[in-house]
């Protein structure tokens, strides 16, 4: 389960990235059902990457991948061609959505919007990252943990 504890952690572990690269990012976690638990807006971050990033991450929990997938595949021609035409036009084809996995399940979403494609998922890999390793080594000795 993804937690808004855990979601408040992605967000400053994203953040953090943002703010080593220089940049302003809008940063939206969603959870298993693409529903939005927690979203930052950095100072002077464009207004339009709210919804961008939010869409990235409903498409990420959406169609089960990383939105930069979709960026290749989705143009004429493309295994994925038109998908950004359903859910109307919710079908974000821009990377920075990435799942959010574990054992195997998604468990939610990250989309990440302020700079360019590979800014973006920069900043998103940072979080999953983060996400990936605490499921790997989870704190022992607690009754609770966030992750």
């Known amino acids: 389960m993804l937690t808004l504890e855990i979601a ?3 967000l ?3 953040e953090q990235k943002a ?3 220089g ?3 809008d940063i939206a976690i969603v959870d298993a059902g693409a529903n939005l ?3 930052h807006r950095m100072d002077h971050a464009r ?3 709210i919804e961008i990033s939010k869409g990235k991450a409903w498409t990420s929990v959406a169609m089960q991948m990383p939105t930069a997938n979709l960026a290749q595949s989705a143009l004429p021609g493309g295994q994925h061609y038109g998908v950004n035409t359903t859910n109307q036009g919710r079908v974000t084809i821009l990377g920075g959505g990435i799942p959010l996995v574990r054992e195997g399940m998604i468990v939610g ?3 990440v919007s302020g700079g360019t494609m590979a800014q973006d998922m920069e900043v998103a890999n940072a979080a999953v990252q983060a996400f990936a390793a605490a499921h790997a080594n989870p704190p022992t000795g607690t ?3 966030f992750w």
């Open 37 to 39: 638990v927690a979203f």
């Open 8 to 10: 408040k952690q992605l």
């Open 109 to 111: 979403g990250i989309g």
């Open 12 to 14: 400053a572990v994203a």
């Open 47 to 49: 207004i339009a990457g």
């Open 23 to 25: 940049l302003a990012f």
């Open 143 to 145: 009754a609770r943990t």
């Open 19 to 21: 703010r080593q690269m």
